[in-house]
């Protein structure tokens, strides 16, 4: 058995300033990659999918690892927070406690140590864990470049695999949260070969929350690992709005979300086997928002 390769030889450039970096990814352009944790660009490094000449550490830019709540405003969280920062953040684990359940998911104690949220999220991966929970909090992603600051949608930031809205010469700096609605509820659940440390074979997010619609609640739904992008279940929402809750309804809604999914065979699961895991996960998570909120 031969040893993995090292990584390439490359330049390290410790960024002061956001305008910096955008100089550098323009002068640079492809050759040119930013590190937050690290957790995926070396491992790419030294498997030989990417050969960058400069890495640009954004980590210790100011914010880039803030986690700030306001009762007006909301949750920002700096790209560069690690898992176990979020998932620890007394404020998101009190207001925002799906964000907290879906950062630690992923992967290992370890690797969360050093894995950012920001990272999970621009990487553009259908099984990002946290993409679910973002997607249902309605976060907004907020990018800088050489024009300043922009904000998009977290529903509009996904585009295929490894394809998101970021422009080139561009990077994430946080993400935002709303204040989430009074009586919410929520859980990530994730499904993988083992019990931690694996990417998601599927990963259903569930949202609650009392309102006006003609059910009294609003529930939302995130797929990840099912398609080529996280998304939102919409139909499966639909059924949940028009319709009281309980059992029958939540059973409807899960095989709408599960005709939402379209995954594909791989090593880890059949696409057959991951749409019948949506619907399960879905059903279970409906009961348990349910529960909490009820």
């Not at 609003?218 to 919409?234: E, K, M, Q, T």
């Amino acid at each position: 058995m031969t040893a993995r390769p090292g990584l390439p030889s490359f330049d390290y450039v410790r960024a002061s300033a956001l305008d910096e970096v955008t100089r550098l990814l323009e002068e640079h352009g492809d050759e040119a990659r930013l590190l937050m944790g690290g957790t995926d660009l070396f491992v790419r490094m030294r498997d030989g999918f990417i050969h960058p000449q400069i890495v640009v550490d954004v980590k210790h830019l100011p914010g880039m690892r803030d986690i700030l709540y306001d009762e007006q405003t909301g949750l920002t969280v700096g790209a560069a927070a690690t898992m176990n920062e979020v998932a620890r953040h007394p404020a998101v684990q009190t207001h925002y406690p799906l964000l907290a359940e879906a950062a630690n998911s992923v992967a290992s104690y370890q690797v969360r140590n050093r894995a950012t949220l920001g990272g999970n999220l621009c990487n553009g991966s259908p099984a990002a864990d946290t993409a679910p929970a973002t997607l249902l909090l309605e976060g907004r992603i907020v990018l800088y470049g050489q024009n300043g600051e922009r904000e998009v949608s977290a529903n509009e930031f996904f585009l295929g695999p490894g394809a998101t809205a970021m422009q080139a010469g561009e990077l994430m700096t946080a993400i935002r949260f709303p204040v989430p609605p009074a009586g919410s509820a929520g859980r990530y659940l994730k499904l993988g070969r083992n019990k931690a440390g694996d990417l998601a074979i599927a990963g259903v997010a569930v949202f609650g929350f009392p309102d006006g619609t003609t059910s009294g609640y609003h529930f939302r739904i995130g797929l990840a690992s099912v398609a080529p992008v996280p998304l939102r279940a919409l139909e499966a929402e639909e059924v949940l709005a028009a319709n009281p809750p309980g059992d029958e309804t939540f059973a409807l809604a899960a095989e709408k979300a599960m005709e939402a999914a379209s995954p594909i065979d791989d090593v880890r699961a059949s696409a057959a086997y991951r749409k019948a895991m949506v619907r399960n996960l879905t059903l279970r998570g409906l009961r348990e928002v349910w529960a909490q909120m009820s």
